[in-house]
């Protein structure tokens, strides 16, 4: 006899055992950048089990696909002198910020409803503080020895 399943009902893998609450991978990129949140979002979909995993993995593939062409416009506007002197640079990387920021956001609302019915029916979620605090300390000294440009989008 077939066991009921819900269709959106988390299907938990060998790395349940990593799996945290949402808001980490979030605060984590609002801290130390998308370069460790993003990855952390992947991973704890597919830890999770996720019926949406792999839409995340494509929204993560967006979000750095987006974060490249908005800095190569912006690149491209600073090199025509569409954009100069400091205020309106530093305008143009504020919307890459706010990119960033709303792909992670994103990120968080889908994942948030899979890892409540996880919480809910399995188990435990992890801790993400220790990561968050490290990538936070380290975050710049990890992205400082790549090119500008990839630091710049990874950030």
């Known amino acids: 006899m077939p066991r009921y399943r819900l269709p959106d009902e988390p299907q938990a893998g060998a790395l349940s055992r990593a799996v945290v609450d949402p808001q980490w991978p979030l605060l984590v990129s609002m801290l130390a ?11 704890n979909a597919h830890a999770v089990g996720s019926p949406s995993k792999w839409r995340q993995s494509l929204l993560v ?24 002197g400091g205020l309106g640079i530093r305008l143009a990387l504020l919307c890459l910020m706010a990119w960033k920021l709303a792909v992670s956001y994103a990120l968080f609302v889908v994942q948030s409803r899979s890892v409540a019915l996880y919480a809910y029916y399995r188990g435990v979620l992890r801790n993400g503080l220790p990561l968050v605090i490290v990538g936070a300390l380290v975050g710049d000294k990890a992205l400082a020895s790549l090119p500008f440009a990839l630091r710049i989008v990874l950030q």
């Open 33 to 43: 950048g998308p370069w460790l949140g993003w990855p952390w979002f992947v991973l």
């Open 61 to 84: 593939g967006g979000g750095l696909i987006g974060s490249a062409l908005l800095f190569g416009a912006i690149f491209l506007a600073v090199e025509a002198k569409a954009l100069h």
